[in-house]
């Protein structure tokens, strides 16, 4: 606690001045583009690994970036989901997993979960991702099934993004874009979903896509 004690004095004393003015801004209200989304482990720090300012990102975190589907009980999750995208109006959601995810683990290993049950629980969420990689990837090396479970999960959780009515709604406007994003701790690297490739790629290679809208209008012109 000391530690964070003395952090917070280095930051009032060395680092909020040049930014003072970008505070007394945010102390009128807030205009993120970006909801961010990504698990509560402690080695990711959303706005040290996009470079990005205070309000930049309305961030949600949780254990294994879950956001449950339309019709579950409510909870945070889509409250925050829903503020970001109906009343913020931020135009990209990202949604990152990270390599080494203890919560990728645990839908592996339930049986590491026997004394977690409020966890257990929660990865009912992932359920999807439990299955897919029981049936679909049981002969990788444990390594790499802990990697992939983590990239399942993304796109899992990107589906159940996509029926909640808010985002459900902005999409069909065509002006809310949706990520999947990839963390590797061990490298810094960042890789995205590309849905044309149908499969991750280095975020330098990664195309943003146009909005929905735009396509659809293109498409029709043509």
């Keep these: 606690m000391q530690k964070l004690i003395q952090g917070v004095h280095r930051f009032q004393q060395n680092h909020f001045a040049p930014l003072q ?8 209200g807030q205009n993120p583009e970006t909801l961010f989304v990504t698990c ?8 040290l ?42 135009k990209d959601v990202i949604v990152c ?23 257990g629980g929660w990865l009912g969420y992932a359920a999807a991702t439990a299955r897919i990689m029981r049936e ?3 002969d990788l090396s444990p390594e790499q099934l802990l990697t992939a479970a983590a990239e399942v999960n993304v796109l899992v ?4 993004l996509r029926t909640l009515p808010a985002v459900a709604s902005r999409r069909a406007k065509g002006d809310l874009r949706l990520h999947g994003w990839m963390y590797k701790i061990e490298t810094g690297e960042v890789f995205a ?16 896509p146009e909005e929905e809208a735009a396509v659809r209008r293109r498409t029709a012109a043509e």
Excluded: W
């Design 157 to 160: 959780q990107l589906e159940h």
């Design 136 to 138: 679909n990837y049981a």
């Design 49 to 90: 690994l996009t470079r990005s300012k205070p309000g930049d990102l309305f961030i949600l975190r949780n254990a294994g970036n879950i956001v449950p589907p339309h019709g579950s009980a409510v909870s945070g999750e889509a409250a925050t989901i829903e503020f970001a995208v109906a009343a913020l109006g931020v």
């Design 21 to 28: 003015g970008l505070f007394e801004r945010l102390a009128h």
């Design 97 to 119: 997993g990270h390599t080494h995810c203890g919560a990728m683990g645990g839908i592996l290993h339930p049986e590491q979960l026997t004394d977690l049950p409020s966890l």
């Design 193 to 208: 979903f590309d849905p044309s490739a149908e499969q991750f790629v280095p975020i330098a290679e990664y195309q943003v």
């Design 40 to 47: 509560s482990d402690s080695r990711i720090d959303p706005n």
